[in-house]
């Protein structure tokens, strides 16, 4: 099923997806999707995002066929202004689709359907990612102003992040700092090792508490690196628990046991804000059970 429409005369001049976003009232990163999956013709030719209008031109829109069993995933949202949404982030759940290479629920499906406005469609409102399995708060942009402001904000480490992390054995000290550069695996290329000339990582924790067999520990990252808290504790000799890829599976727990618990950082509008995330169910039934063991 397609429909035709004219763009108006008083768009000449345009970028052509400025132009489709003003017409279809939809997103401009919206309209680059429609325009890549080449869905929209202009006078019966394909045409790029880029491309200039002269107005009058008929604009032709086929709709999507819909996809079966495939639709954006339904997350809390713990803080909103006009430029940033906080969500509490389930595990289990990938960021963007690009992480897999196959179209499944994501955070950036969810972004999108919240109407946020981005160029990049494959990761519309992220500014920073969780592993898959990694639970808690996650920042979103609303705008490409916003998204620039807040990825700025990470590179220059000012966002603060805190996580809670069960990691196996007992760590000789209550609080410590790793500093230990990462790198990517040289045999396996979906994991992350501590290696000489990797990128520096620095990983702070305190002990709050210590378990059968395990520490409950508490994380602040001064680096962000891929893997960073599972490749330190592991490397460490205590991998966090439930964590396949570096450690072992837990009986008991069908995921690891990680969650980003809080974020601070300034908004652009300049407010300082900080959001919490609970600590999901099936982590607090585990610690339950760990504590009740004689």
């Not at 007992?170 to 396996?188: F, H, M, Q, S, V």
Request: hydrophobic share 35%.
């Amino acid at each position: 099923m397609s429909q035709a429409q004219r763009i108006p005369e008083s768009a000449a001049g345009q970028r052509l997806d400025v132009a489709l976003s003003q017409l279809l009232g939809q997103t401009r990163s919206q309209v680059q999707r429609m325009l890549k999956e080449q869905r929209v013709k202009v006078d019966s030719e394909l045409r790029p995002a880029k491309w200039q209008v002269e107005g009058g031109e008929q604009i032709t829109v086929t709709q999507p066929e819909p996809q079966v069993g495939f639709e954006a995933p339904d997350l809390t949202i713990l803080y909103e202004d006009d430029d940033v949404m906080a969500i509490d982030k389930p595990a289990g759940l990938v960021v963007h689709d690009t992480e897999t290479g196959r179209m499944q629920p994501t955070v950036a499906a969810f972004a999108a359907a919240q109407g946020v406005e981005d160029d990049d469609d494959d990761r519309q409102g992220i500014v920073h990612r969780l592993d898959k399995d990694t639970s808690g708060v996650m920042l979103l942009a609303k705008n490409p102003k916003a998204k620039a402001y807040l990825q700025q904000q990470f590179r220059e480490r000012k966002v603060d992040k805190r996580y809670i992390a069960l990691v196996r054995g007992r760590l000789n000290e209550d609080e410590a700092t790793i500093k230990l550069p990462i790198g990517r695996n040289r045999t396996t290329p979906i994991k992350r090792a501590v290696l000489p000339h990797g990128r520096q990582a620095v990983t702070h924790y305190q002990v709050l508490e210590r378990l059968a067999g395990a520490c409950l520990v508490s994380i602040g990252l001064e680096t962000g690196r891929t893997h960073q808290i599972r490749v330190h504790f592991a490397h460490l000799g205590h991998p966090v628990v439930g964590d396949t890829l570096y450690g072992e599976p837990t009986p008991g727990l069908n995921r690891q046991f990680l969650h980003a618990e809080q974020i601070e950082f300034v908004a652009p509008s300049g407010k300082t804000v900080k959001v919490s995330s609970p600590l999901p169910q099936e982590l607090s039934d585990y610690l339950d059970a760990l504590r009740n063991k004689v």
